[in-house]
């Protein structure tokens, strides 16, 4: 059974990150009392219900997927009672306004949050996800109308949303789309069929508020010429009640991988006369309005990865110090402890990478306002690292889970797969990981000529001068190790630079690589940093045991996982015309 790590995320939280001081003084957490006794007790909260009430759904979900039979969507037991308990508790929208139906707490409470959610089920996780995403695009771009009527029922759970982008011709390419959208009066007609739509209906919440991209008749060509409607799956009358049934109904569910107790739907729109829909944002501009989202979006993506790996990690763990092979817990052979203490050291450092960045989001937003722009360019920048790496990561972390249990793992009784499955869809949507390694190179390093890289790689080096510093022989190896690697990373960037300008194809073909290399990179970094703290801990006799952990992983990570770096350099800096002269023919 799950259970939180949250001597880990508090202390990543309190004691690294340092949030009461960071962002305990601003103006809109000032009176939230941001700091050591708020995130024990929301931690505490979260990973109750994360243990008694989601956890035990995940192989449920997994066994009795979602179905959708007459225009209607079944869910796994279970499910509804939990989602609704997550409205209740105030955790959908933990982050939100609070005039809003919002507790108006930072991001990384809402960040770790998130990731318990998904450690405990994924597919379950992905309802909240898709809400308070819908409530983003809502709050940016609606009219004041359609926020008062919308936003605080999404906030508080009692409504859900959805997002709808994708078509069977308008993949990550969007320019074709063929829904359409009519005008009537104060509202659109929609028209069209959209595939892929995460929860797109249940009955676990009153109501499902749909966010719909479609085309206007009059529309410019190409993805300029899409708009964004709010389309709900009820009506909603003037005094806030549910009235008719809007034309929009689940066609079918997907059969999946994995996350099987995730409804993703088929949904049609404006079979019967035309489904009814509000504005957002003016038109054309609806792919901007519904982009608003994404960081967040992709952020939570990227917790996806680190919850189905602590999920994974927790099984194996627990499943090698039962097994006896050889006359001992096979917990102690060498090959299966490298297994874990690799585990263990990736997660702490995508961990700690997102918990970071989740604090440079609510800076971006809410610090200084001279600060905020340059916070928005590191986000900016850090985001497609989190979502890339964090999930690629993932796989290789719930592949290990299934490999410490050998045969067992193999089979789905004992429930190791589930995470294997479920985590393989996080490298594909929300922008596949090769848009959005392409995405890190073309636009967030070359955009400033890589200067919001280069002031990232100095506070790394800073870093690297402080593990020089250690008493902790562990530590110096690790300030070594990530030394080299960030001299290797300076040269890289400068060549992929290079490429960007003088040949386009070979940096696409490399930007995988670059964004690999960077997020190992980034995670010894936070590694590095978090090991600097528990060593000073450590010297004042503080959680002993807890912070000798923390630096033996973090020498780990410096010793067994940063040379991974040297590796993707390679692959970049010595790959000439290969891929260009390789036929596509020869596939």
Request: glycine share 12%; hydrophobic share 40%.
């Given at each position: 059974?799950?259970?939180?790590?949250?001597?880990?995320?508090?202390?990543?939280?309190?004691?690294?990150?340092?949030?009461?001081?960071?962002?305990?003084?601003?103006?809109?957490?000032?009176?939230?009392?941001?700091?050591?006794?708020?995130?024990?007790?929301?931690?505490?909260?979260?990973?109750?219900?994360?243990?008694?009430?989601?956890?035990?759904?995940?192989?449920?979900?997994?066994?009795?997927?979602?179905?959708?039979?007459?225009?209607?969507?079944?869910?796994?037991?279970?499910?509804?009672?939990?989602?609704?308990?997550?409205?209740a508790g105030g955790w959908v929208g933990i982050c939100?306004?609070?005039?809003?139906?919002?507790?108006?707490?930072?991001?990384?409470?809402?960040?770790?949050?998130?990731?318990?959610?998904?450690?405990?089920?994924?597919?379950?996780?992905?309802?909240?996800?898709?809400?308070?995403?819908?409530?983003?695009?809502?709050?940016?771009?609606?009219?004041?109308?359609?926020?008062?009527?919308?936003?605080?029922?999404?906030?508080?759970?009692?409504?859900?949303?959805?997002?709808?982008?994708?078509?069977?011709?308008?993949?990550?390419?969007?320019?074709?789309?063929?829904?359409?959208?009519?005008?009537?009066?104060?509202?659109?007609?929609?028209?069209?069929?959209?595939?892929?739509?995460?929860?797109?209906?249940?009955?676990?919440?009153?109501?499902?508020?749909?966010?719909?991209?479609?085309?206007?008749?009059?529309?410019?060509?190409?993805?300029?010429?899409?708009?964004?409607?709010?389309?709900?799956?009820?009506?909603?009358?003037?005094?806030?009640?549910?009235?008719?049934?809007?034309?929009?109904?689940?066609?079918?569910?997907?059969?999946?991988?994995?996350?099987?107790?995730?409804?993703?739907?088929?949904?049609?729109?404006?079979?019967?006369?035309?489904?009814?829909?509000?504005?957002?944002?003016?038109?054309?501009?609806?792919?901007?309005?519904?982009?608003?989202?994404?960081?967040?979006?992709?952020?939570?993506?990227?917790?996806?990865?680190?919850?189905?790996?602590?999920?994974?990690?927790?099984?194996a763990v627990a499943y090698a110090r039962e097994r006896?092979?050889?006359?001992?817990?096979?917990?102690?052979?060498?090959?299966?402890?490298?297994?874990?203490?690799?585990?263990?050291?990736?997660?702490?450092?995508?961990?700690?990478?997102?918990?970071?960045?989740?604090?440079?989001?609510?800076?971006a937003h809410y610090g200084d306002a001279d600060e905020?722009?340059?916070?928005?360019?590191?986000?900016?920048?850090?985001?497609?690292?989190?979502?890339?790496?964090?999930?690629?990561?993932?796989?290789?972390?719930?592949?290990?889970?299934?490999?410490?249990?050998?045969?067992?793992?193999?089979?789905?009784?004992?429930?190791?797969?589930?995470?294997?499955?479920?985590?393989?869809?996080?490298?594909?949507?929300?922008?596949?990981?090769?848009?959005?390694?392409?995405?890190?190179?073309?636009?967030?390093?070359?955009?400033?000529?890589?200067?919001?890289?280069?002031?990232?790689?100095?506070?790394?080096?800073?870093?690297?001068?402080?593990?020089?510093?250690?008493?902790?022989?562990?530590?110096?190896?690790?300030?070594?190790?990530?030394?080299?690697?960030?001299?290797?990373?300076?040269?890289?960037?400068?060549?992929?630079?290079?490429?960007?300008?003088?040949?386009?194809?070979?940096?696409?073909?490399?930007?995988?690589?670059?964004?690999?290399?960077?997020?190992?990179?980034?995670?010894?970094?936070?590694?590095?940093?978090?090991?600097?703290?528990?060593?000073?801990?450590?010297?004042?006799?503080?959680?002993?045991?807890?912070?000798?952990?923390?630096?033996?992983?973090?020498?780990?990570?410096?010793?067994?996982?940063?040379?991974?770096?040297?590796?993707?350099?390679?692959?970049?800096?010595?790959?000439?015309?290969?891929?260009?002269?390789?036929?596509?023919?020869?596939?």
């Amino acid at each position: 059974m799950y259970s939180a790590p949250t001597d880990d995320m508090q202390f990543l939280i309190d004691d690294v990150l340092t949030v009461e001081q960071r962002l305990g003084g601003l103006p809109r957490f000032s009176d939230m009392g941001v700091g050591v006794d708020l995130t024990t007790a929301l931690l505490d909260e979260a990973a109750k219900l994360g243990a008694d009430m989601v956890s035990p759904l995940r192989r449920v979900g997994d066994s009795h997927p979602a179905t959708c039979t007459a225009g209607k969507v079944s869910i796994p037991p279970g499910y509804a009672e939990a989602i609704q308990a997550l409205g209740a508790g105030g955790w959908v929208g933990i982050c939100a306004d609070v005039e809003a139906g919002g507790q108006g707490l930072p991001e990384i409470y809402g960040t770790a949050a998130c990731e318990i959610w998904n450690s405990a089920d994924m597919a379950f996780a992905l309802e909240p996800f898709l809400s308070s995403g819908a409530a983003l695009a809502i709050k940016a771009h609606a009219s004041d109308s359609l926020k008062a009527r919308y936003l605080e029922k999404i906030n508080t759970g009692e409504w859900s949303g959805t997002m709808n982008l994708t078509e069977s011709g308008a993949g990550s390419d969007l320019g074709p789309m063929k829904t359409r959208a009519e005008r009537h009066g104060d509202h659109y007609k929609i028209f069209g069929q959209k595939i892929y739509i995460t929860w797109g209906d249940h009955d676990a919440t009153e109501n499902i508020i749909h966010l719909v991209l479609a085309r206007l008749p009059d529309a410019p060509a190409g993805s300029k010429g899409i708009s964004l409607f709010l389309v709900p799956k009820f009506l909603v009358n003037d005094d806030g009640s549910l009235g008719e049934r809007n034309d929009a109904f689940p066609v079918s569910t997907e059969h999946k991988l994995g996350i099987h107790g995730s409804p993703t739907c088929v949904m049609a729109y404006g079979d019967n006369g035309g489904a009814i829909g509000y504005l957002v944002g003016e038109e054309n501009n609806g792919l901007a309005c519904m982009f608003t989202m994404m960081n967040e979006a992709r952020l939570k993506v990227g917790l996806q990865g680190i919850g189905a790996s602590e999920g994974a990690y927790q099984k194996a763990v627990a499943y090698a110090r039962e097994r006896v092979q050889g006359g001992v817990a096979i917990i102690e052979h060498a090959d299966v402890k490298r297994m874990l203490t690799t585990m263990r050291a990736l997660i702490e450092g995508m961990r700690a990478l997102a918990y970071t960045e989740a604090v440079t989001m609510d800076l971006a937003h809410y610090g200084d306002a001279d600060e905020r722009s340059e916070q928005q360019r590191r986000i900016d920048l850090m985001i497609p690292v989190i979502k890339g790496w964090c999930t690629e990561v993932g796989l290789e972390v719930t592949s290990l889970g299934v490999q410490v249990h050998g045969g067992m793992g193999y089979v789905e009784e004992t429930g190791a797969a589930q995470f294997l499955r479920d985590v393989r869809i996080t490298p594909i949507y929300e922008g596949t990981n090769g848009i959005q390694a392409a995405d890190l190179v073309n636009r967030k390093v070359a955009r400033d000529g890589g200067a919001t890289m280069e002031a990232i790689q100095a506070e790394i080096k800073t870093t690297v001068n402080d593990l020089a510093s250690s008493g902790n022989r562990g530590l110096q190896g690790l300030g070594s190790a990530l030394s080299k690697a960030l001299a290797v990373h300076v040269q890289t960037t400068q060549a992929v630079l290079a490429m960007a300008a003088d040949d386009r194809f070979n940096a696409l073909g490399g930007a995988f690589d670059y964004m690999m290399q960077t997020g190992y990179l980034f995670g010894g970094w936070h590694l590095g940093r978090s090991a600097l703290v528990a060593e000073s801990l450590h010297a004042e006799g503080e959680r002993t045991a807890f912070c000798e952990r923390k630096m033996a992983t973090a020498a780990f990570y410096g010793a067994r996982i940063l040379p991974r770096c040297d590796a993707h350099a390679g692959a970049i800096n010595q790959a000439d015309s290969t891929l260009t002269d390789f036929a596509v023919d020869w596939l």
